[in-house]
């Protein structure tokens, strides 16, 4: 892998950290910090181990939706919790800034699902600016004849935890 042109790949990017919804109000992103992203990355895994394990249980039918509506309802507060720990700062339409944590919360637990969604995909879409394409590889042949694809893509990512892995 050459890494020099990799980083080349995002070295002239000028990141924007504004982004602004249909209705007009400007959202200020805080960076994702490696504590936030742990967060998500173990939320996600415990939800795949909550379907994995009621799906695979021998709970009844009604059971089984109970603990997936629990599951659900547990991990869409944890993306509410990242969503607003993922915003800096709001300027309303009328131009008011807010900054205040408890007021960001109220705004996105009060405000309409259309706006929220709004700016789940806004931040979503800031984040992945300076993102870097998977490296498409391609199989030997003794990986071809087990089964292997011809050609895969692998993800490339800069995390000092996995970089042994």
Known sequence: MNLPAL????????PQDYATTKSGFKIKIDPLT???????????????KIYSNVADSGLTELQKSERFAESYKKMQNINIELLIDSIAEITTPDGTVVTD???????????????????????GDLRSQC??????????????????????????????????G
């Open 34 to 48: 490696y504590k936030k992203l742990t967060k998500i990355q173990i939320a996600q895994f415990e939800q795949q």
């Open 131 to 164: 993102s870097m394409k998977p490296l498409s590889m391609k199989s030997t042949e003794e990986q071809i004849k087990k089964g292997a694809p011809v050609t895969y893509e692998v993800p490339v990512t800069f995390d000092t935890a996995n970089f042994f």
């Open 101 to 123: 944590a408890k007021q960001i919360f109220d705004f996105i637990s009060n405000v309409d699902t259309k706006i929220t969604r709004e700016i789940e995909q806004l931040l």
């Open 7 to 14: 980083l080349d790949g995002v070295s002239g990017i000028d």
